[in-house]
């Protein structure tokens, strides 16, 4: 059997499972029962469920998260919640709900962020975007975490941009972590790895959305960033790793994950990082030197630990030639009522504009 084979057979759709401790508003932990994330997809019929056409950043809605929040609380709007962010020079969290994570997705107010007391001084509180969103059930929350664009002097080649973490129990209204604004994963020195970003990361979690750990530690894979200064200096991007005892942190840098196909010179989009089936998986958008993240990947750990041998394995995503649909990576999520699975996708639209797709798990 080939090693393609070998993780194919790993990262097989999902079947129906049983429900560990499971009720509404009193999950206590991040399980898991064996089953990895699924490989084969086919699109639901509400496709897209989110649609925005307009020429500014004012009209992309990226990088979203989908959580069985009536699954999680007992007071929540609808059965389903499905996050999705702005970029820059509007700092929103939009919500949208539905009874089905097939739909229909009815809008809510958006959040206007940062939450108070905002940001730092010395950082834009109009570039506030791209968290993850992940139910941390030890203390009955949603944490996520966006970047921000810090305004000191620098000498990278371009500023700095730190992450945050915020708390919402209710995934309308949010706060910074444990009422501290500060920012938790910072840039390192120039000309390291991460010397102008940490942002657009993912917390390891399970299947269901739940925050995980891996021994004793909670895990941020995120978009680490080097660019020196210097006229036509290029800029490296790696899917990189940092652990903490506690959310609170210090977080502790481990350096690059895992190698991509393009090596370091691609732009990416990290989706989920996901701990299932006794494995860790990222499912991932990649580009090139010169586009955007057009190819899913799915890589899973050889073992049980935090070891990737190359960039994994491209995912067939279905009609993602209509849009650039892959540019965020794929979002993963189980339903905890039937135990299919679902890939929520962002893309851009050719004319400016955005829409998010979702796609059902296929039983092989």
Known sequence: MTRREALGLLVGAAAAFPLVGAMPGGVARATDDGTGPAFTW?????????????????????????????????????????????????PKIRLWTAPSPEGPFTEQPPFVGPPAPGLPPNYDATHFSSGDIVWDAARSRLVASPHSLRLDPHSNGEPCQDSFLLESRDGVDWRFLDGDNSPRLVCGPPRSFDSVHTGYGRL???????????????????????????????????????????????????????????????????GSFVRAGARHHVYYAEGSAALAPTVQYLNGSEGDDMVWNGPGVPVPIPNSGETGVTAGGGNLVRDPWTGVQYLVQDGTLPMGGSEIRIYRSVAS
């Open 204 to 270: 390891l979690r399970d299947l269901d959305g739940h925050l995980a750990t891996y021994q004793g530690r909670y895990w941020w894979l995120y978009r680490a960033q080097r660019h020196d200064a210097g006229q036509g200096a290029p800029t490296y991007f790696v899917p990189a790793l940092a652990s903490a005892e506690s959310l609170a942190g210090p977080w502790t840098k481990h350096g690059k994950a895992y190698d991509m196909a393009q090596q370091s010179t691609a732009l990416f989009g990290l």
């Open 42 to 90: 086919e699109p639901i019929e509400r496709n897209p469920v989110v649609l925005s056409r307009g020429s500014t950043s004012a009209y992309v809605r990226m990088f979203p998260t989908l959580l069985p929040m009536g699954y999680l609380v007992p007071d929540a709007i609808d059965a389903w919640y499905l996050w999705a962010w702005h970029h820059h020079s509007h």
